[in-house]
């Protein structure tokens, strides 16, 4: 069983940044994938950003490709999501995921998926 926490969400004006951690509880935290989803209001989730094992590859949704970056530390079990140039469109509540050994970029099952922490970007 993994359980991942998420945290670093808050307010911030647009053009300001952000950086969210997900720290992942369990062993084998390197056999994972990782992954960030985010769900704005009243619309459904969608892949923000996701990051193999080792962390050698990495993919972005379109839309925050240049202006975010997921990276991990495998030594503390934790990902994260650095989010740059914000905008008021990226307001929604952020989902770290987890998938044992795959990488997957949609919203269909994954192995876990965290409690979500709130990104609110005022314009």
């Known amino acids: 069983q993994v359980q991942l926490v998420e945290s670093g969400g808050g307010l911030v004006q647009a053009g300001g940044s952000l950086r969210l951690s997900c720290a992942a509880s369990g062993r084998s935290f390197s056999s994972y994938a990782m992954g960030w989803f985010r769900q704005a209001p009243g619309k459904g989730r969608e892949f923000v950003a996701a990051?193999?094992?080792?962390?050698?590859?990495?993919y972005y949704a379109v839309s925050v490709t240049g202006r975010f970056t997921i990276s991990r530390d495998n030594a503390k079990n934790t990902v994260y999501l650095q989010m740059n140039s914000l905008k008021p469109e990226d307001t929604a509540v952020y989902y770290c995921?987890?998938?044992?050994?795959?990488?997957?970029?949609?919203?269909?099952?994954?192995?876990?998926w965290g409690q979500g922490t709130q990104v609110t970007v005022s314009s």
């Open positions: 995921t987890a998938d044992l050994d795959r990488v997957i970029t949609t919203t269909t099952t994954h192995d876990f």
């Open positions: 990051i193999s094992g080792s962390g050698g590859s990495t």
